[in-house]
């Protein structure tokens, strides 16, 4: 009884932290953009963005990139794991992209998702990738900052809080159609 109440306890603290992180971070505050710089640290996609063989690339050695495939101790971060079918999985992951705040899809397919963060002061710009490879009930991610050599941890941040938002959607059933 005590393990189902801490769980219950922990789902709701969860979603609430999540809405009021969503929220506030979304906010229109004075601090949202500098002015003049407009773009100035968006930086340009990289080339090697995108599946090859399977895989999405590997991370740089600087410390702004995590990866689910073959990544080194400091850059490996845990594939996101769902349950039921492929498409399901794929409609839930852009249901949420849809809310997370300065976010954009930029493709979608079947097996593959790539969007765009953008930093709410500075404009700079991150890349996720997510992969859904065929027959497993994984979902591959890298994510890796265009510009300068930290992020502080956002990138690892955002995906294990999309990782916790595919938990919480999954036990709830799914997105709304």
């Not at 009884?1 to 929220?23: D, G, I, N």
């Not at 294990?160 to 919480?168: F, G, N, P, S, T």
Request: hydrophobic residues 40%; charged residues 25%.
């Amino acid at each position: 009884m005590k393990s189902v109440l801490s769980k219950s306890v922990l789902s709701v603290f969860f979603t609430l932290s999540l809405a009021l992180w969503l929220t506030l971070s979304s906010a229109d505050t004075a601090l949202a953009a500098l002015p003049g710089i407009g773009g100035a640290f968006a930086g340009s996609r990289p080339e090697n963005i995108g599946l090859t063989d399977g895989k999405l690339a590997s991370c740089p050695a600087s410390s702004n990139c995590v990866v689910s495939q073959d990544g080194d101790a400091e850059h490996e971060i845990a594939p996101i794991v769902y349950q039921g079918d492929r498409d399901t999985a794929r409609k839930n992951l852009v249901s949420i992209l849809g809310v997370v705040p300065r976010t954009k899809i930029v493709e979608e397919r079947d097996s593959y998702v790539l969007v765009e963060s953008e930093s709410r002061l500075m404009g700079f710009v991150d890349d996720t990738e997510f992969y859904f490879p065929a027959g497993e009930n994984v979902i591959h991610t890298r994510a890796a900052a265009r510009m300068g050599e930290s992020d502080l941890g956002v990138n690892r941040r955002r995906v294990e809080q999309i990782r916790l938002a595919m938990q919480d959607l999954e036990r709830r059933g799914g997105a709304p159609e």
